[in-house]
């Protein structure tokens, strides 16, 4: 048995985790979110990427290419590919996703196409090295997408999984480039980004790292327990229409999702003044993870940083996120 495996089985009693007894392994707490979010789409589903670059442009180190690529039958989702300079076959660079927060333009803004520089990952990551993608979250950007239409049809019940399937066919198309190492992929998000970069790093192992900024907290201390702003159709509308909103009957907590990473490399940015993810709920969802990181020897692998800010991620915050992906993604 491997190793990772063989020290989860003996994780027992471990009362900071959600109060649980026993630790379960990384299927068992996907089968906690996947009833809230619908179940992942199985292989079936995968259709050939059959990317397009619609443009390209040659800019000042690297190359940025519009492209889209096939998720599923009818349905392609729109991107940004950076490309660093001197990236090839021979010399394959790192890759990272870069998911975009809550922002009409969507995937522009990870681009440096917005007006923000702070939430330009991938913009400053291409210029570390690393070959950057960076899809539209379904419905925004270039991406239209009607949820209704897909839950009618039984193809997702939640824009959650819809994003996660689709961020899973991106790290299908990054391991297809010629220029990224497959082996060392990363996510970044920022807001709606950061919480969709750890879902998708619950339920895809290949990445690697993952940096979530303003992405989260408990969901007890989301606006005091309020959960209306996780039922759209865009994120998961069963956690009204089955579990009536109530923290305490939604089967899953973030404390789940952060524990399914170990012993990946996980970075929390959290804001003391963030409006929206309450921050001390951030600190039980590191604390509660701790006793497994500490467990499979992964302790350094589990870190949080709160800056003095609000829903943002300052620059300070920026350099230590983009020196962890370094540490673990650059040779």
Known sequence: MPRILLVLSLLLSLSDWAGADEVPDRATLRKKME???????????????????VSEEKLDGYVRRKVTFATEKGDRVPAW???????????????????????????????????????????HLVKRGYVCLAPDYPSFGEYKYDFPAAFKRGDYQSGTMKAIWNNMRAVDYLQSLPEADADRIGAIGHSL??????????????????????????????????????????????????????????????????????????????????????????????EAAKPVYKTLGAADRLRAVYPDAGHDFPADARKTAYEFLDRFLQR
């Open 35 to 53: 009833r809230a979010m619908g179940p992942l789409p199985g292989a079936d589903r995968k259709v050939p990427l059959d990317p397009k670059v």
């Open 81 to 123: 590919l950076l490309v660093p300079a001197g990236a090839t076959r021979e010399r394959r660079a790192p890759a990272v996703l870069c998911l975009h927060q809550t922002v009409a333009i969507g995937k522009d803004e990870p681009v440096g196409l917005g007006k923000q520089d702070s939430k330009a990952q991938a913009l």
């Open 193 to 286: 980004g950061g919480h969709n970069a750890m879902f998708t790093a619950a339920f895809d192992e290949r990445v690697k790292v993952i940096v979530s900024s303003c992405g989260f907290c408990s969901l007890e201390k989301y606006y005091k327990g309020n959960l209306k702003g996780w039922t759209s159709d865009r994120y998961m509308p069963k956690i009204a229409s089955e579990f009536g909103s109530d923290p305490k009957k939604v089967p899953f907590d973030f404390s789940d999702v952060v524990v399914s990473f170990a012993p990946r490399p996980f970075l929390a940015v959290a804001p003391e003044k963030d409006g929206n993810f309450e921050v001390s709920g951030v600190r039980d969802v590191i």
